[in-house]
């Protein structure tokens, strides 16, 4: 029970002020002498659980939206179901050979280079880099992936760290592909205690300082979320003392959507459907570096990136933690909104 | 209703229609069930109160506690019946008695003194102190022509908050 709680005051501190997204119309600013009509009329909360009932922010991010079928008139079905045969017979294996065949590649040429060339380490690392990179291309090679990326591509350099939003398994194998990163995911608090945090974020800053590294990227948000929407982003990344050079991923679901629902399929179900669709379209932009201004918090710093993140992918904001998946809010919040009302109370009183 | 599908006949639409007394339409309806289904998570035929809480906006609402008791075991239908206080079709009369329900816990047709303090203090915390509630709460109701002992009813409700300012309508979306 103690790693529970020491988890939700972790949450509590990577979250800022909720209030300013909540929708906060239905509670009008109460004046004027105290009634009972005050104090009986509850509306305002119901409306918002049940606003919360019938539709809520957070459920919608992990919603998959299936694409309407179009295969449904005399002509268009048949050419639908020679698609299909295309796709499973002849595109499917097709695939799976040249997967296959990049592991045999990268198996084949990484193993040599890493214990043959033990004494030139810049050699080894550069024929490493380009050996993962390779792979990765395979990778997207596999599913078809047309990937078209903008902006100055990242540059080895110490001291940056790199953020991108997430949708899927998929979305570090893309960015991978045209850098070798050293990927982290901030994982469940559950599993991280503490003190370990104190251990990780050393680690990381020791990695990001250090010359030779490859470049880290980290997915802030910690969950995958439905390409539509943004959650909260994880301050972790962001107080490493270093540029953080966000990267915004967009899909587009012309033939299969990216996003891999846990709750509805395995992933080798989802790897099945994305290797049997004809494309995986994507768009990866290499957002300007940004550094943490004077008197900025990492949370807002976090928050700012989070923004230019969203506004370049065309994504929606929402103020939830992605690990409310896993956990219970705060009681901090329902305290916030008891604390406003007791206060409008006591303030009404004295104005009598 | 067909629990293990996930998909309504135009007979159950109109059967839960009936129910709510048209306070929704049957596009709302078809809404609200594929709500219902994805709350439903393990497609036992009613949202437990952990599947209601996996929704953080309803978790953070200080009132969830009470509404989880309400909405405790209900299946689809009366799910529909429960939220039709909200809809912008209910009339004030039905907004009025959902309040009322909410503040009756027992379910004995009258709201006591200590059944409001209840909710007041869902609503208030730890930051008003029990015997500053209580003073409140007294003088509120002396001056509305109630004393501590009395023993609210429908119709006083209905006096007291049945004004046409009454805000509680929530939409629901509809593809």
């Known amino acids: 029970m103690n790693k529970l709680n020491t988890s939700s005051s972790e949450l509590d501190l990577d979250r800022p002020n909720i209030e300013d997204y909540l929708p906060s119309g239905s509670i009008q600013e109460p004046h004027g002498e105290l009634r009972l009509r005050d104090l009986l009329d509850i509306s305002p909360t119901l409306t918002e659980a049940a606003g919360a009932i019938v539709d809520d922010s957070f459920t919608r991010c992990f919603k998959s939206n299936p694409p309407e079928p179009w295969n449904w008139n005399i002509y268009l079905f048949p050419l639908w179901c020679l698609g299909v045969v295309v796709r499973y017979m002849i595109l499917f294996p097709l695939r799976v ?18 214990f043959l060339l033990t004494g030139q380490e810049k050699l080894r690392k550069r024929l490493e880099r380009g050996l993962v990179e390779l792979i990765c291309s395979f990778f997207v090679a596999s599913w078809t992936g ?23 398994m998929i979305d570090f194998i893309v960015l991978e592909q045209m850098t070798a990163f050293a990927v982290i995911m901030q994982k469940h608090p559950g599993w991280v205690e503490a003190k370990d945090r104190e251990i990780v974020a050393r680690k990381l800053r020791e990695h990001v300082h250090g010359a030779d590294n490859n470049p880290l990227l980290i997915f802030p948000e910690g969950t995958c979320v439905n390409n539509h929407y943004t959650v909260m982003f994880k301050k972790g990344a962001f107080e490493l003392g270093c540029t953080v050079c966000p990267i915004a991923v967009k899909y587009n679901k012309i033939f299969v959507d990216a996003f891999w629902n846990s709750r509805k399929q395995s992933f080798t179900t989802h790897l099945l459907q994305l290797m049997t669709s004809w ?12 550094n943490l201004k004077p008197g900025e918090t990492a949370i807002e710093f976090a928050e700012r990136v989070r923004d230019i993140i969203s506004v370049r992918a065309g994504l929606k904001k929402v103020p939830w933690d992605g690990y409310l998946k896993y956990s219970r809010p705060s009681p901090k919040h329902r305290e916030q909104k008891q604390q406003s009302f007791a206060e409008s109370i006591l303030r009404r009183l004295e104005e009598k | 209703m067909g629990n293990s599908s996930s998909m309504l006949t135009q007979y159950d639409i109109e059967e839960v ?37 996996t929704v953080p906006e309803f978790a953070v609402n200080p009132l969830s506690q009470r509404l989880l ?12 019946f429960f939220l039709s206080a ?3 079709r209910a009339s004030l009369q039905l907004k009025v008695d959902f309040i009322f329900k909410v503040y009756d816990s027992d379910g004995n047709g009258k709201v006591s003194f200590n059944d409001v303090l209840d909710i ?3 609503l208030t915390g730890q930051f008003i102190a029990e015997h500053q509630r209580e003073h409140v709460l007294t003088q509120v109701l002396e001056e509305a022509g109630y004393t501590k002992d009395s023993l609210l009813v429908p119709a ?20």
């Open chain 1, 279 to 290: 494309a995986v379209v994507c768009d990866v932009w290499y957002l300007e570096p940004q």
């Open chain 1, 97 to 114: 050979m040249v997967l296959m065949l990049g592991w045999i590649v990268f198996l084949s040429c990484y193993f040599p280079v890493h």
């Open chain 2, 156 to 175: 006083d409700f209905m006096k007291i908050l049945g004004s046409s300012d009454l805000k509680m309508e929530v939409e629901v979306p509809v593809d």
């Open chain 1, 146 to 168: 047309v990937v078209k990326y903008h902006g100055p591509r990242p540059s080895m350099r110490p001291k940056q760290v790199f953020v991108a939003n997430h949708t899927s």
């Open chain 2, 120 to 122: 007041l203090r869902d």
């Open chain 2, 86 to 88: 909200f809809s912008s």
């Open chain 2, 17 to 53: 229609q009936e129910h709510c007394n048209n306070t929704f339409s049957q596009q709302e309806i078809v809404s609200l069930y594929q709500r219902f289904c994805q709350l439903d998570r393990n497609g036992g035929g009613f949202i437990s109160a952990d599947e209601f809480m």
């Open chain 2, 69 to 80: 008791r309400m909405l405790d075991g209900l299946n689809f239908k009366e799910f529909v």
